[in-house]
T-cell receptor
């Protein structure tokens, strides 16, 4: 079965640079979620989108922005990167925001900021 | 906001042993999932279990929503079971968001 696809899997950036992560949800899933997991931490919710509109927002820095496109894929843009942004970034998708249901996670994108 | 606590924080088992992991949550929930994060960082869905009991091979889970806890049972543990086990819940207030709040995890090490 198709899963959530994230790219790139690994990314190394310098401080103050910009990074973009991409997420392709499971086919027919219209809701996408972004999570950040720092070293030794549990995943923290950043932001979610339903039908290309932002549906919820968590502890996402102002330097970060995200959007969902017409094909339901999503991109997380991170600017002015800081050392503390080094983390594993997960994308998840679910069938519909209207129905409480299971979230399926991608394999994550590991960002290292030097 | 809702608090999600997992116990024990760490657990070391000999291969073949059984274990029970617990997840307590402080408020009503719409959704509860158990995940296994393997040493490569992948989050693997184990159970979607807002209530009741489910079994999948050597793993089973029970959620008692009215008492605000869930249990994950691992039987005949194997070294490949090592990793971090997370419980994650969707709060029952604020409408349907499907947003999951993760617990602090249980780090499991299974020794041969």
């Amino acid at each position: 079965a198709a899963g959530v696809i994230q790219s790139p899997r690994h990314l190394i950036k310098e401080k103050r640079e910009t990074a973009t992560l991409k997420c392709y949800p499971i086919p027919r899933h219209d809701t996408v979620y972004w999570y950040q997991q720092g070293p030794g931490q549990d995943p923290q919710f950043l932001i979610s989108f339903y039908e290309k509109m932002q549906s919820d927002k968590g502890s996402i820095p102002d330097r970060f922005s995200a959007q969902q496109f017409s094909d339901y894929h999503s991109e997380l843009n991170m600017s002015s990167l800081e050392l503390g942004d080094s983390a594993l970034y997960f994308c998840a998708s679910s069938p519909s925001l209207e129905n409480t249901g299971e979230l399926f996670f991608g394999e994550g994108s590991r960002l290292t900021v030097l | 906001g809702i608090q999600v606590e997992q116990s024990p924080p760490d657990l070391i088992l000999q291969e073949g042993a059984n274990s029970t992991l617990r997840c307590n949550f402080s408020d009503s929930v719409n959704n509860l999932q158990w995940f296994h994060q393997n040493p490569w960082g992948q989050l693997i869905n184990l159970f979607y279990i807002p209530s009741g009991t489910k079994q999948n091979g050597r793993l089973s889970a029970t959620t008692v929503a009215t008492e605000r806890y869930s249990l994950l049972y691992i039987s005949s543990s194997q070294t490949t079971d090592s990793g971090v086990y997370f419980c994650a819940v969707e709060p029952g207030y604020g409408g349907a968001t499907n947003k999951l709040i993760f617990g602090t995890g249980t780090l499991l090490a299974v020794q041969p």
